[in-house]
């Protein structure tokens, strides 16, 4: 059975602490995605990652950074939370081949942090 | 800039009829894949269905088709025969090539609410 998981479900954090969120996957999946999760506004892509070691910003990388050094991991940091972070998160990972296949994505259950 | 578009923040329907949820995407590249995703209230995303930009024939699985028309850029979902499961957020997603590899990014969502 696929898994992608988080490392917590719940976050409390506060302004200014550095925060550093946890995926892994175990279907030794090449591409992993970090989204934060806002009613109203749908999933919006913060990084990924095609392969260990390379990055690409999505279209919120600001505030945030991320970290890749083995294929089934990949973390989200905070480098200084602000109150603005509060939301779900939710990693995924997928196979690549090209555009054209059909490979969804795979999600974890998501963290939801709170910034005090 | 937006590249999904959903425009029914929430719909109903009634049980065992169909519901088409609307979803209008903006790319330049010829080739390009979309993805519908449902998440129910327990939080999990769960992979519906999948269209290719190169597909000729409309995508179906079970219940689900993908009403995939190119020229318009838009790549409804259309619910046959609703149930009372179907009550859920869905989400229509499209996955492009980067530089390095491939992102896939989401719309704002559309909450169903199906009437027993």
């Known amino acids: 059975d696929v898994k992608v998981t988080q490392s917590s479900r719940y976050l409390v954090k506060r302004t200014g602490e550095k925060v550093f969120l946890e995926c892994v996957q175990d279907?030794?999946?090449?591409?992993m995605f970090w989204y934060r999760q806002d009613p109203g506004l749908g999933l919006r892509l913060i990084y990924f990652?095609?392969?260990?070691?390379?990055?690409e910003k999505g279209d919120i990388p600001e505030g945030y950074s991320v970290s890749r050094e083995k294929k089934e991991r990949f973390s989200l940091i905070l480098e200084s939370a602000s109150t603005n972070q509060t939301s779900m998160y939710l990693c995924?990972?997928?196979?690549?081949?090209?555009?054209?296949?059909?490979?969804?994505?795979?999600f974890g259950p998501g963290t939801r942090l709170t910034v005090t | 800039a937006q590249k999904i578009t959903q425009t029914q923040p929430g719909m109903f329907v009634q049980e065992k009829e169909a519901v088409t949820l609307d979803c209008t995407y903006d790319t330049s590249d010829p080739s390009y894949g979309l993805f519908w995703y449902k998440q129910p209230s327990s939080g999990e995303m769960i992979f519906l269905i999948y269209q290719g930009s190169y597909d000729q024939q409309n995508a179906t699985e079970g219940r689900y088709s993908l009403n995939f028309q190119k020229a318009r850029k838009s790549a409804n979902l259309v619910i046959s025969a609703s149930q009372l499961g179907d009550s859920a957020m869905y989400f229509c997603a499209m996955r492009e090539e980067t530089t390095g590899g491939f992102k896939t990014i989401f719309g704002a969502g559309t909450r169903l609410f199906v009437k027993a």
């Open positions: 995924a990972s997928s196979l690549t081949g090209t555009v054209m296949y059909s490979y969804e994505q795979y």
């Open positions: 990652s095609y392969d260990v070691k390379m990055k």
């Open positions: 279907m030794d999946h090449e591409n």
